[in-house]
């Protein structure tokens, strides 16, 4: 019954938010704040995270024939209004993964499902500039490709104790901050979304 009145919600929204997670990891740090951020936002945003682990490798061979992972990828991006990126750093730079289905959804050339998404971008690490290359350079592919990214505030997370309660919500001692971070993040798609 859960499952089933949130699907009505997210029918009901006026604001379907396509979420993209760049790692797999299942007790991945980013994915928990993700989790968390979300419940900060109001009842007409719905949050739907788009699976990218099963798509293949981008080969602009297959451009023409686009595997049934990666039509399900561009329709989920399509369809929504806006666009949450909530992001690991691997290596100084985004994880690959994240960068394959980057690639995947702005393909073939002048079919690119991300152009004109307002966007935001988010990460979480242990190191002490949380993310914040990472997240730099999203945001130059995020720009190529035509979507209008949050540029403030900027949130480069780093992972400690405190950071989340019990229950997995933002903690109190950061909250002011996420909130203030998702009021501006619902303005910002408010204002751009098409």
Do not use: C
Request: cysteine-free; hydrophobic content about 40%.
């Amino acid at each position: 019954m859960i499952a089933w009145a949130a699907k009505i919600k997210n029918i009901m929204s006026q604001y379907p938010i396509a979420v993209v997670v760049g790692s797999l990891r299942r007790d991945s740090l980013n994915r928990r704040l993700e989790n968390a951020i979300l419940k900060l936002a109001p009842p007409e945003f719905s949050f739907e995270q788009v699976q990218i682990g099963d798509l293949p490798l981008y080969n602009q061979d297959d451009d023409a024939n686009q595997s049934g992972p990666v039509k399900r990828l561009k329709a989920e991006i399509s369809g929504s209004r806006g666009l949450l990126f909530v992001t690991p750093e691997y290596n100084r730079s985004i994880p690959g993964v994240l960068k394959n289905a980057i690639d995947h959804a702005s393909r073939p050339y002048g079919r690119n499902s991300w152009a004109g998404k307002p966007a935001g971008v988010l990460g979480i690490s242990l190191g002490a500039i949380g993310t914040a290359v990472a997240q730099q350079h999203l945001r130059n592919v995020l720009a190529y490709l035509d979507v209008p990214t949050l540029g403030q505030p900027e949130a480069f997370i780093q992972a400690k104790e405190g950071l989340f309660d019990d229950a997995g919500n933002i903690g109190a001692g950061s909250k002011t901050f996420f909130q203030g971070w998702m009021d501006r993040y619902v303005e910002w798609v408010k204002k751009h979304a098409a």
